[in-house]
């Protein structure tokens, strides 16, 4: 069976979980304490030796790190991962550009607000990393307000690495009011069959 190395507060963490409910595959969830350093661990190192989660391991005991990579190997032969050549390379686009300009500030601002205690040095830089976060549902904003999805026209494993910290960017201090287009995705990706919440381990509350 696959197992998922997993944290229920880990935006990169949910995408993954979410895809393997989308595809109905049996999983076992495996909890990191990542704020109690349960990731930094030799043991954990193995797994991965940038002792980060997730990390998908498979049945042969091979794990694979980076949940954008996770997302591509669960997706391939699914509808998640089309097989024309440009709808692969926009969903790469996307998913480059999620860890690139997205992620790092929507995803760290939360962090910083909802999971860490107060401290100066982060809070001085606060302000530039939601100056860059808006700048990212900017984009996401003008790329929305002409389709449904972000690449061809049905949800792709492009929708569900966006969608994990975007749905979320309120509790790092992101007011979502001025994208509309960027909140009725959201509530178009919410709406499909299989959704879990990220509050959710296996479709049970966590």
Request: hydrophobic share 40%; aromatic share 8%; proline share 9%.
């Amino acid at each position: 069976m696959l197992r998922l190395h997993d944290s229920l507060i880990s935006g990169n963490a949910y995408k993954c979980r979410l895809l393997l409910h989308h595809l109905r595959l049996p999983f076992e969830r495996v909890e990191v304490d990542i704020l109690g350093g349960a990731s930094r661990t030799p043991a954990f190192a193995r797994l991965n030796p940038e002792r980060r989660i997730p990390v998908l391991e498979l049945p042969d005991g091979t794990c694979l790190p980076e949940s954008d990579a996770i997302l591509c190997y669960l997706a391939d032969g699914t509808p998640w991962l089309p097989d024309g050549r440009m709808d692969r390379a926009q969903i790469l686009r996307w998913l480059f550009w999620e860890q690139y300009s997205h992620e790092p500030n929507i995803a760290t601002a939360r962090h910083w607000v909802a999971h860490l205690p107060p401290d100066p040095e982060r809070q001085r830089l606060l302000p530039g990393k939601r100056e860059l976060g808006l700048r990212a549902l900017g984009v996401m904003e003008g790329h929305l307000g002409e389709r449904s999805w972000f690449v061809a026209d049905r949800p792709t494993v492009a929708d569900l690495a966006l969608y994990a910290y975007t749905h979320v960017a309120p509790e790092g201090g992101f007011d979502l009011g001025p994208f509309p287009a960027v909140r009725t995705w959201l509530e178009r990706v919410s709406a499909l069959p299989g959704h879990v919440p990220m509050a959710f381990a296996d479709g049970r509350a966590a």
